[in-house]
């Protein structure tokens, strides 16, 4: 009996490149403290669109949710902004970021991918400024916009890899 092999926690751009399949979807996670924000690619991993903003309750009701969305829309694996300081170094809110993926990579029985997410926030709701959006309708919709951001970052790269 051959054994299937085991996906990597944590794989690389290029890497994750070579193991999606036709109309597998990427999830784009904007982890913060209060909320964590999903996006979702579409089949052709081409567009991210914001999905949802999860309030961060807990750590199980949470991670459940996630993972119930996962499955829903045929996620194949999970780009999650990675919040590098400015100098490119890794703080406290990146390592928090890392300890997340440890801990919940094996439940989600998906690889991770991590992608610098520096300014994505920032960026964001100055468009959302441009836009003249409420600052109630910009707290509502920012962290799930900030993951299609991040999300879009990284399925632009995707293509631009063949």
């Known amino acids: 009996m051959t054994e ?9 751009l290029e890497e994750l490149a070579g193991l999606l399949r036709r109309n597998d979807r990427l999830m784009g996670i ?10 979702l690619s579409d089949v052709e ?3 991210a669109t914001p999905l949802e903003t999860i309030k961060r309750v807990k750590y199980t ?3 459940e949710r996630k993972l119930a969305l996962a499955d829903n829309h045929g996620v ?31 439940l989600a029985r998906r690889p991770f991918v991590f992608w610098d997410e ?3 926030t ?3 709701t100055r468009e959302l400024i441009a836009q003249d959006v409420s600052r109630k309708t910009r707290a509502e919709v ?13 399925l632009d790269r995707l293509n631009r890899l063949g």
């Open 4 to 12: 299937t092999p085991k996906l990597a926690a944590v794989a690389t």
């Open 142 to 154: 920012v962290d799930r916009m900030a993951a299609a951001y991040i999300l879009q970052g990284a």
């Open 61 to 63: 009701p949470d991670i």
């Open 122 to 124: 920032a960026a964001v």
């Open 118 to 120: 520096r300014l994505s």
């Open 30 to 39: 904007d982890l913060g403290t209060k909320t964590i924000g999903l996006a």
């Open 45 to 47: 991993r081409r567009l």
């Open 76 to 106: 194949a694996a999970f780009v999650i902004g990675l919040p590098l300081n400015m100098d490119g170094t890794e703080g406290p809110r990146a390592q928090s970021t890392r300890a997340f993926v440890r801990q919940t990579a094996p």
